[in-house]
Every structure is written in C-alpha cells, then in structure tokens.
C-alpha cells in the first residue's frame, strides 16, 4: 500500500502574492510583540533594586517551583531577595503565593520554612495556597488578603508581568528582579514570557475570576497588626 504523499506548501507565484505574504508576516510579528510593548511601557518606572525599593508594609513572592520539597534555585533567590528586605527594614510582611493543588506539592509551605531559617519571623508570613498563576497572585492578594500596595518580588524576566497585572488587579506595586546567571531556565523563561505577555493582556483586559478566590482571609492584617 502506497503512502499518501505530504503536499508542502506553495508559495504565490505572483509578486503581488509573495508581498502580501510578507506583509501578513510582519502584521503578524507586531501583534505578537504588542503586548510585550505594553508591559515594558507600564511598568519602565516601577522596577526597582533591593537597595532602592521604597518602603513598603507588604511583599508579594511569587512561587517557582520546588525541587524534592524544597523551594527551587530560582524560588530561592526570590526568598533571599524578601528576607534581606526583611531584614534591612524595608518591608513588615511577606506573602508568599504559590502552588497546593496537590496534597505532596506544597510551594507555600516550602516557602515559608526557608524564610523562617533566613530569620524572618514566622507571624511575619503569610501563606497564599491558591497562587496558580501570576494573575492569581495578584487578584488574590488584593482581594482575599486586602493589600493594596507591595514590592513584588521575582526573576527580571517575569517582573514587569507581574507589576504590570498586580497593577491591574488594584495593587499598587514595585516590582524587585532578582539577578540570576543565564542559564537554560533562564533563557527558556525569558522565551516562555513572550507567549506569556499575550496572556496577561488577556487578563488585564477581561479580568477572569481565579481559579480559587474564596473568603477573606485577615492573615496580613493580623501579621501588620502583629508588627504595630
């Protein structure tokens, strides 16, 4: 029995046809790169460093994955970047926003165990279960928790994502990127935030509900209150 042979594709043969191919590519190449455009334009005054972030009551860490129950290297730089806030004095409470879908996958507990052995005191954090995604994170943190005002903490390519859609969620953020070498996760995370990009102007535009919103729950008011 023969096999079907595969068609490729033809290009026009007209020279009318191949331009309007490659206009259609290049219309193409812009739209995918708006939202891109947008977030660098939103967020080109809200990034800042460790050394310079203002002063705020609240930090958001945004979950990155554990290795063997342990918060990943990336995650754990994010926690470093929190706790020596902590510590300089520069923000009051940590909200920790990540993944427990599954009982055996437990990123905010993860996350709060390191804190803790990095010196930030356990009533000072607070644990967001429900943090599936960036928008998540940040609708949920307005929302359920009440924090109107943070430093979101997390690698330089995924930070103006998160300012950009915290700000839309109605807080009000500076965003801190955390340096990291350029290896394979990192180019990879880099490549992955360009479709990523698309996304968030979907959610800033549409506002979906989380996957899980759920009561309000005072955890940082009561970790603020703690403090004062």
């Known amino acids: 029995m023969r096999r079907p042979r595969l068609r490729r594709p033809r290009l026009p043969r007209t020279r009318t046809g191949r331009r309007r191919l490659i206009q259609a590519a290049v219309a193409a190449c812009v739209l995918a790169l708006l939202p891109a455009t947008w977030l660098r334009l939103v967020t080109d005054d809200r990034l800042r460093t460790v050394a310079d972030v203002p002063r705020t009551e609240v930090a958001v860490v945004f979950g ?3 290795w063997d ?9 994010r926690l470093d970047a929190a706790a020596e806030l902590y510590r300089a004095g520069r923000i009051e409470v940590v909200l920790v926003s990540g993944d427990n879908s599954r009982e055996e996958y437990d990123e905010p507990d993860a996350m709060r165990a390191y804190l803790v052995r990095h010196g930030v005191p356990g ?9 599936f995604d960036t ?19 997390s690698q ?6 998160a300012v950009a859609l915290c700000q839309e969620a109605g807080v009000a953020s500076y965003g801190v990127g955390v340096a990291d070498r350029h ?11 360009v479709l990523a990009a698309g996304k968030a102007a979907v959610d800033a535009v549409f506002e979906p509900d989380p996957h899980f919103l759920g009561p309000r729950e005072p ?6 209150a703690g403090v004062r």
Request: charged share 25%.
């Open 64 to 66: 990155a994955g554990l």
């Open 219 to 224: 955890g940082v008011e009561r970790a603020l």
């Open 135 to 153: 928008w998540d994170s940040c609708v949920r943190a307005k929302k359920i928790f009440g924090v109107d005002r943070a430093v979101l903490i």
């Open 156 to 161: 330089g390519f995924h930070i103006r994502r």
């Open 69 to 77: 129950g342990e918060p990943s290297p990336y995650l754990a730089h």
């Open 123 to 131: 009533g000072r954090i607070v644990s967001d279960y429900a943090g």
């Open 183 to 193: 290896d394979v996760t990192w180019y990879y995370g880099g490549a992955r935030e």
